[in-house]
């Protein structure tokens, strides 16, 4: 009865959803496109039918996704893939970090019946794996109804998002159980899944995939090119993934650093179709200013006095995180729930994050155990912030070994992927 409210609702909003898409288009083009894989309609080369369908929703989720394809590349397995995302950029991660890995993207179609009907007739696929988070009722449904398993891949539920699920206690139950398996982030992950009603022996834990991380051979070159444009002795603290309200907090903390130190900022935000609007931000400040899209860090000698720079571009966050002696992940500083903190604790970056990162509780928690993270305060504000980063530029040797703690801890858990593609083997092999 929920699911057939929840159809007829979704039909309603259709024409809603596509305005918002034209909406949206304005400032990212790419919103206004290939609408109609987004019902169903695409038309999958033979090649890449009868394989993998992996979805995973936008540019964090298809990261996870990318260390799977690749290692499962890595290990001479040839089999189709194909691969869905809701959004633009999500779509353009795919392109970047799976070209070559023989994968065939198109947008996900939209969560109803007729659609996902379409959707599977072109595709065929062996096997369904969603990334994270990505329960959607009619295409567990018809998946099911096409005799398609169904993983559930990094399975991650905060408690919030479970407490959540509970007010509709009954119709959260029947999803978990079309899944033929959910392979858990952790414990408490496990546990709140087979709380909402997952078969206890269906969920399994292994671990984080974006522990897996692997950067590109050439990024230690190029964070030495982009180091030159700032002054190879100057500090470089990058500030990633900012989210609306969240980079007038941090211009604000950098007012006040400014006024006693030579420092360089890197702020770059979460969205593309942010860009143009926090480089107004950042003009406003009146500090001498470039961004990457401008390829100022081609002439050196013209920037060595750039004190903000606004990282403006999509695929390069190893770049701007390699670059930096301290790294802020936004999206922390209001309740929206943090980003990975994982990648720069990768490349042996001190992390600061702030007090909201109820999407991240594991991993913060397993950062800041090793004295390699700082979480801010509740009541945190610019000024509080302000201190905690000059107070670790003040010392290197410390947040050199936070970095190298963060590291090691990276390195410590990482093994999740192979773990992963051995028990979706083992659901294919069952069928």
């Known amino acids: 009865m929920i699911r057939r409210f929840y159809t007829c609702c979704f039909y309603l909003l259709l024409p809603v959803i596509f305005l918002r898409l034209w909406y949206k288009g304005r400032k990212l083009p790419a919103y206004r496109g290939r609408w109609l894989q987004r019902l169903g309609w695409v038309k999958i080369p033979k090649e890449y039918q009868h394989g993998l369908w992996?979805?995973?929703?936008?540019?964090?989720?298809?990261?996870?996704?990318?260390?799977?394809?690749?290692?499962?590349?890595?290990?001479?397995?040839?089999?189709?893939?194909?691969?869905?995302?809701?959004?633009?950029?999500?779509?353009?991660?795919?392109?970047?970090?799976?070209?070559?890995?023989?994968?065939?993207?198109?947008?996900?179609?939209?969560?109803?019946?007729?659609?996902?009907?379409?959707?599977?007739?072109?595709?065929?696929?062996?096997?369904?794996?969603?990334?994270?988070?990505?329960?959607?009722?009619?295409?567990?449904?018809?998946?099911?109804?096409?005799?398609?398993?169904?993983?559930?891949?990094?399975?991650?539920?905060?408690?919030?998002?479970?407490?959540?699920?509970?007010?509709?206690?009954?119709?959260?139950?029947?999803?978990?159980?079309?899944?033929?398996?959910?392979?858990?982030?952790?414990?408490?992950?496990?546990?709140?899944?087979?709380?909402?009603?997952?078969?206890?022996?269906?969920?399994?834990i292994c671990g984080n995939v974006k522990y897996d991380l692997s950067w590109p051979e050439n990024l230690a070159r190029d964070a030495a090119l982009l180091r030159r444009v700032f002054g190879e002795v100057r500090p470089v603290v990058t500030v990633a993934s900012t989210h609306k309200g969240e980079e007038e907090l941090i211009l604000r903390a950098f007012e006040i650093i400014w006024q006693t130190l030579d420092v360089v900022l890197v702020l770059v935000p979460r969205h593309p179709n942010r860009f143009a609007e926090v480089k107004k931000l950042c003009i406003k400040t009146g500090k001498a200013f470039a961004c990457r899209s401008d390829g100022d860090d081609n002439h050196p000698d013209q920037e060595q006095q750039v004190q903000l720079y606004l990282g403006d571009s999509m695929g390069e966050m190893g770049l701007y995180y390699q670059v930096a002696d301290i790294t802020v992940v936004a999206g922390s500083f209001q309740p929206i729930g943090g980003h990975n903190m994982l990648e720069p604790a990768s490349l042996g970056k001190a992390v600061i994050t702030g007090p909201h990162v109820f999407n991240f509780t594991q991993v913060a928690q397993l950062l800041a155990d090793a004295n390699a993270a700082i979480k801010l305060a509740e009541s945190s504000d610019s000024q509080h912030l302000a201190g905690c980063i000059m107070e670790l530029l003040s010392d290197p040797d410390t947040y050199t070994a936070m970095g190298e703690r963060g590291q090691a801890v990276v390195k410590k858990h990482q093994g999740a992927s192979l773990a992963t593609l051995d028990e979706i083997r083992k659901v294919m092999k069952s069928r």
Request: with cysteine; charged share 25%; net charge positive.
């Open 54 to 204: 992996i979805h995973a929703a936008s540019v964090g989720e298809t990261v996870a996704a990318s260390m799977l394809v690749k290692t499962l590349r890595e290990q001479g397995d040839k089999r189709p893939i194909v691969m869905t995302t809701m959004t633009p950029t999500g779509s353009e991660q795919v392109q970047r970090s799976l070209a070559g890995d023989e994968v065939y993207h198109v947008f996900v179609p939209y969560d109803l019946p007729c659609a996902v009907r379409r959707f599977l007739d072109s595709v065929q696929p062996k096997v369904l794996i969603l990334i994270e988070t990505e329960v959607w009722p009619n295409l567990l449904a018809e998946a099911k109804h096409y005799d398609i398993p169904c993983v559930l891949v990094n399975a991650r539920l905060s408690a919030r998002s479970a407490a959540g699920y509970q007010r509709l206690k009954g119709f959260s139950r029947w999803m978990m159980r079309q899944f033929d398996v959910i392979l858990a982030q952790t414990r408490a992950d496990a546990e709140r899944f087979i709380q909402l009603g997952a078969h206890s022996e269906r969920v399994k």
